[in-house]
């Protein structure tokens, strides 16, 4: 099977962890612990999210009074992908030795005209009381937003149109290689009138990203992956339930929340309704029991999970073409 991941932030950093890199390169080691054994049996694609480091760089670039101006945003992505894609690179080797890994800095291509430019959705960076949030606000002229009991900082969060690197990312995938990709939703780039290519300050969203990923290298499933073992109906209601294997317009009739759980569905849904095939969300410890049907929230056109060939059958041939 060809499987894409996208690791939640907290893989990474959980919350009220300290943003130290000792930290992150611990729950790095953990998550690869979890993805190890489907490398070993998949041809595998892993991205992850980097909101919590991108939003630590931009509070520093904000702070260093050395700089005329704070770096980018899409500067900002691309070194967090830099230094997340290392630190799995490096994991992944150690756990898989004689395996090929390769971590890919990526653009993502969005539309200048996207509306998210004018209302900006997307959290990063740490979590403030209300009082700091509107100080920082005030300070560096941020626009921030309630998170659950907390505030954080907002920015653009553009839909993702195509990942530029996508030919080489199958390239690699075809020669046997595990491609770390596409971290943070890839750094966002449009193009002008002359074709090419020029950063933007935004993030996309790494789960929509990832969608977008499996879809165009053809991918057989698409796990998302975060710190809870399956979506919620009524989350944080007494009435909350679990759900198991579900469709597209099902999970979508359960309008999850947008800052949350609700970008994952619609991965999942879009995924699923361009190919046909499987997405999955759920613990990153269940991996492999999520890509097995016995745990996650699995979604299926049908509702239900597949069996056999559908699943397990060989690959179809990939073009080497660029």
């Known amino acids: 099977m060809r499987v894409v991941v996208a690791l939640g932030g907290n893989a990474l950093l959980r919350r009220g962890d300290r943003p ?36 630590l ?9 050395s700089l005329t101006r704070p770096y980018p945003f899409d500067v900002l992505g691309a070194e967090t ?47 403030y009381t209300r009082e700091e949030a509107e100080r920082l606000a005030a300070e560096s002229h941020w626009t921030v937003k309630q998170d659950g009991p907390h505030w954080r900082r ?6 993702p149109q195509r990942v530029v690197e996508t030919r080489l990312i199958r390239l690699l995938l075809t020669s046997g290689a595990v491609a770390v990709c596409a971290g943070g939703g890839g750094v966002p780039v449009v193009r002008d009138e002359h074709g090419r290519l020029t950063g933007v300050e935004a993030v996309v969203d790494k789960d929509l990203t990832a969608a977008l990923l499996a879809e165009a290298l053809d ?54 309704e361009l190919t046909g095939g499987l997405a999955a969300i759920g613990a990153l410890g269940d991996a492999q029991a999520i890509l097995d049907g016995i745990a996650g ?26």
């Open 81 to 127: 992908q830099g230094m997340i894609g290392y630190w799995l690179l490096q994991s992944l080797q150690n756990a898989l030795p004689g395996r090929q890994v390769c971590a890919l800095l990526n653009q993502t291509l969005v539309s200048a005209a996207d509306p998210a430019f004018h209302d900006p959705t997307k959290f990063v960076g740490p979590v």
């Open 219 to 272: 991918a057989d499933a698409l796990l998302l992956l975060t710190d809870v073992p399956q979506v919620m109906r009524g989350y944080g209601t007494p009435q909350a339930q679990p759900i198991g294997r579900t469709t597209p317009a099902r999970l979508r009739a359960e309008h999850l929340p947008a800052g949350s759980m609700g970008p994952k569905a619609e991965a999942a849904c879009r995924f699923v």
């Open 154 to 159: 907002v920015v653009p969060s553009p839909d």
């Open 57 to 65: 760089l931009a509070l520093e670039n904000a702070a260093d009074t």
């Open 297 to 322: 929230t699995v979604v299926t056109p049908s509702g239900h999970h597949p069996q056999g060939q559908a699943l397990t059958g060989p690959r179809h041939d990939d073009t080497l073409e660029i």
């Open 20 to 55: 130290d890199a000792a930290v992150q390169l611990t729950n790095v080691q953990a998550a690869v612990a979890a993805l190890a054994p489907l490398a070993r049996q998949h041809e595998l694609v892993i991205t992850h999210g980097n909101g919590p480091q991108v939003g």
